[in-house]
């Protein structure tokens, strides 16, 4: 099945993009297309996203289809979810 994900912030520019669609197969987890975005797009993003471990890092958002989801809530994709990933702003 297709998911959508979508970067915004230090996440997007170390993806490069804004936006890709990964192939999951059924069953599979969020937390699993996290670590999978993260080996696709090599060390600049995953030091972002896993810095230390298999944890993701404390600052570090992400969105299923708008709604905010915890790290450790094992949650099942399905084909109609959009992944958002995303890393807090600050500016002045």
Same mark, same amino acid.
């Given at each position: 099945?297709?998911?959508?994900?979508?970067?915004?912030?230090?996440?997007k520019k170390a993806a490069g993009l804004s936006r890709?669609?990964?192939?999951?197969?059924?069953g599979s987890t969020l937390q699993e297309l996290v670590k999978e975005?993260?080996?696709?797009?090599g060390p600049?993003?995953? +030091? =972002? !996203?896993?810095?230390? %471990?298999a944890d993701l890092h404390p +600052? =570090? !958002?992400i969105f299923? %289809?708008?709604?905010q989801?915890?790290?450790d809530e094992p949650v099942t994709l399905e084909p109609h979810?959009?992944?958002?990933i995303l890393s807090p702003i600050s500016g002045g």
């Open positions: 099945m297709k998911i959508v994900v979508e970067y915004t912030a230090q996440v890709e669609e990964f192939e999951m197969n059924e975005v993260a080996e696709q797009h600049t993003l995953k +030091s =972002i !996203l896993f810095p230390d %471990s +600052s =570090i !958002l299923l %289809s708008n709604e989801v915890l790290w979810h959009v992944v958002t």
